[in-house]
């Protein structure tokens, strides 16, 4: 395929911007047009369960790139517009202002929308976390007499915890699972990292999914659990998932399933690509379809596709990767790291606070997961071998 | 890492180690590539001729 002379990104977060400027730093120069419907410049996710909802950092400080690096790029930034349909085959996307944008190549890059609780639409004191303005408004409500409640134990919901107790004078983490983050961490790092919570004072409720919410006069006010049990809420924050953001290409022709679907290029369709949180490709070395919602497979993501637009062969087949850091302790785990793996201690020890654990599964190293051992980690990313 | 001639972590926490601050023209693109993906956005890349 020749390399196409129009690119559209439709999406301004951090795939959608790695994408365009992963395109320039392989030379391409033709037109490149990045449509987000947030109408801030682009800004970074991670920071906003942490630093920014912490009230450490203003909101400025969360911006990818500055406005000189972006003006540099050379790209058409539209921004506050949101892409409302998509005509593969003509390969041109319409706007809600009415505006239809065509390309030769169009990058799907809209990410995720988290998931609410059924009935709590506009209720007050019950946030979702995923924009700026989300996390401007949560810390709004964190302040030492008020007690928050969050449901859910992935990792969002769980850094959100840890970040709270900075704030609140009462944090508690509701969820399903045995310990936090359990199915992204495994067993063990989970039962520290739980260990942790508690002893920073959160209050840990395992194991136990939530019925709904309790309501006085219009706010939240309680948590009520599958137990019958209710735990007073003065603001609620729900973490339970999220889902990708693809309701605008319904009758696009592509197949959505739980995300784009693609190959193994990330290529959904002739000329149609997606990258990110709602790119669902088929991992060769894994042996099937994975989405990944996380920061470095943006980035990574990223810059296989706009390798494929401009003609590589590659198929993208990363080792998984992602970070967490809550408290003082920096989690980094590479791989995937399943309920039934074999685990081993191989660097530090978990009584000192630092340590590198390998999880093996069938005879090979699954996954690698580092607690304050973020360099020893990294080596050791190599042992996991697909294919 | 992109490009570990370059930069490196310290062992005790992982911040990145600036091993060359000015490095030659063969490292340039593997610098750009460090220089867009890193996910702390840490490096910041000035190029003169």
């Given at each position: 395929?020749?390399?196409?002379?129009?690119?559209?990104?439709?999406?301004?977060?951090?795939?959608?911007?790695?994408?365009?400027?992963?395109?320039?730093?392989?030379?391409?120069?033709?037109?490149?047009?990045?449509?987000?419907?947030?109408a801030?410049?682009p800004?970074?996710?991670?920071p906003?369960?942490?630093?920014?909802?912490?009230?450490d950092?203003?909101?400025?400080?969360?911006?990818?790139?500055s406005?000189?690096?972006?003006?540099?790029?050379?790209?058409?930034?539209?921004?506050?517009?949101?892409?409302?349909?998509?005509?593969?085959?003509?390969?041109?996307?319409?706007?809600?202002?009415?505006?239809?944008?065509?390309?030769?190549?169009?990058?799907?890059?809209?990410?995720?929308?988290?998931?609410?609780?059924?009935?709590?639409?506009?209720l007050?004191?019950v946030?979702?976390?995923?924009?700026?303005?989300?996390?401007?408004?949560?810390?709004?409500?964190?302040?030492?007499?008020?007690?928050?409640?969050?449901?859910?134990?992935?990792?969002?919901?769980?850094?959100?915890?840890?970040t709270?107790?900075?704030?609140?004078?009462?944090?508690?983490?509701?969820?399903?699972?045995?310990?936090?983050?359990?199915?992204q961490?495994?067993?063990?790092?989970?039962?520290?990292?739980?260990?942790?919570?508690?002893?920073?004072?959160?209050?840990?409720?395992?194991?136990?999914?939530?019925?709904?919410?309790?309501?006085?006069?219009?706010?939240?006010s309680g948590?009520?659990?599958?137990?019958?049990?209710?735990?007073?809420?003065?603001?609620?924050?729900?973490?339970?998932g999220?889902?990708?953001?693809?309701?605008?290409?319904?009758?696009?022709?592509?197949?959505?399933?739980?995300?784009?679907?693609?190959?193994?290029?990330?290529?959904?369709?002739?000329?149609?690509?997606?990258v990110?949180?709602?790119?669902?490709w088929?991992?060769r070395g894994?042996?099937?379809?994975?989405?990944?919602?996380?920061?470095?497979?943006?980035?990574?993501q990223?810059?296989?596709?706009?390798?494929?637009?401009?003609?590589?062969?590659?198929?993208?087949?990363?080792?998984?990767?992602?970070?967490?850091?809550?408290?003082?302790?920096?989690?980094?785990?590479?791989?995937?790291?399943?309920?039934h793996?074999?685990?081993?201690?191989?660097?530090?020890?978990?009584?000192?606070?630092?340590?590198?654990?390998?999880?093996?599964?069938?005879?090979?190293?699954?996954a690698?997961?580092?607690?304050?051992?973020?360099?020893?980690?990294?080596?050791?990313?190599?042992?996991?071998?697909?294919? | 890492?992109?490009?570990?001639?370059?930069?490196?972590?310290?062992?005790?926490?992982?911040i990145?180690?600036?091993?060359?601050?000015?490095?030659?023209?063969?490292?340039?693109?593997?610098?750009r590539?460090?220089?867009?993906?890193?996910?702390?956005?840490?490096i910041?890349?000035?190029?003169?001729?």
């Amino acid at each position: 395929m020749n390399a196409p002379a129009s690119v559209l990104v439709v999406g301004a977060s951090a795939a959608g911007l790695a994408t365009a400027e992963a395109l320039r730093r392989k030379g391409f120069e033709g037109r490149l047009t990045l449509l987000g419907a947030e109408a801030h410049l682009p800004y970074d996710r991670p920071p906003l369960s942490k630093q920014v909802l912490s009230g450490d950092w203003v909101p400025e400080r969360a911006r990818l790139r500055s406005e000189t690096t972006l003006s540099e790029l050379d790209i058409d930034l539209v921004l506050g517009e949101a892409a409302v349909s998509l005509d593969a085959a003509k390969r041109q996307v319409k706007t809600d202002r009415e505006r239809e944008l065509a390309a030769d190549a169009i990058v799907i890059a809209t990410g995720v929308r988290p998931r609410a609780l059924p009935g709590t639409a506009g209720l007050s004191g019950v946030h979702l976390l995923r924009t700026m303005e989300d996390a401007l408004a949560l810390q709004a409500e964190l302040t030492a007499s008020r007690r928050l409640v969050v449901v859910g134990d992935g990792v969002l919901g769980t850094e959100i915890a840890a970040t709270a107790t900075k704030r609140c004078g009462s944090v508690t983490l509701v969820g399903p699972q045995a310990a936090p983050m359990e199915q992204q961490i495994g067993a063990d790092t989970a039962k520290a990292l739980a260990a942790l919570h508690a002893e920073r004072g959160v209050d840990l409720r395992p194991g136990v999914g939530v019925d709904g919410l309790v309501e006085t006069g219009g706010s939240v006010s309680g948590v009520r659990l599958a137990t019958g049990e209710v735990l007073p809420a003065d603001a609620v924050v729900v973490s339970i998932g999220s889902m990708p953001a693809t309701e605008w290409l319904a009758g696009s022709g592509l197949r959505v399933e739980d995300g784009v679907v693609c190959d193994a290029h990330c290529r959904a369709a002739e000329g149609i690509w997606a990258v990110g949180d709602v790119a669902r490709w088929h991992h060769r070395g894994l042996g099937r379809s994975l989405r990944l919602e996380n920061r470095t497979n943006a980035t990574e993501q990223a810059g296989a596709v706009a390798a494929g637009i401009l003609g590589a062969a590659g198929a993208y087949e990363p080792v998984p990767y992602f970070w967490t850091d809550q408290f003082d302790v920096k989690i980094q785990v590479y791989g995937l790291p399943g309920p039934h793996a074999d685990t081993e201690v191989v660097e530090g020890d978990p009584a000192d606070g630092r340590f590198v654990l390998r999880c093996t599964e069938n005879g090979r190293v699954s996954a690698i997961v580092g607690w304050n051992m973020p360099k020893q980690a990294r080596l050791r990313r190599a042992e996991i071998a697909y294919a | 890492m992109a490009a570990p001639d370059v930069f490196d972590q310290r062992d005790e926490d992982g911040i990145v180690v600036l091993l060359d601050p000015s490095p030659g023209d063969e490292q340039l693109d593997a610098v750009r590539e460090a220089a867009g993906v890193c996910p702390a956005l840490a490096i910041e890349l000035s190029e003169t001729p």
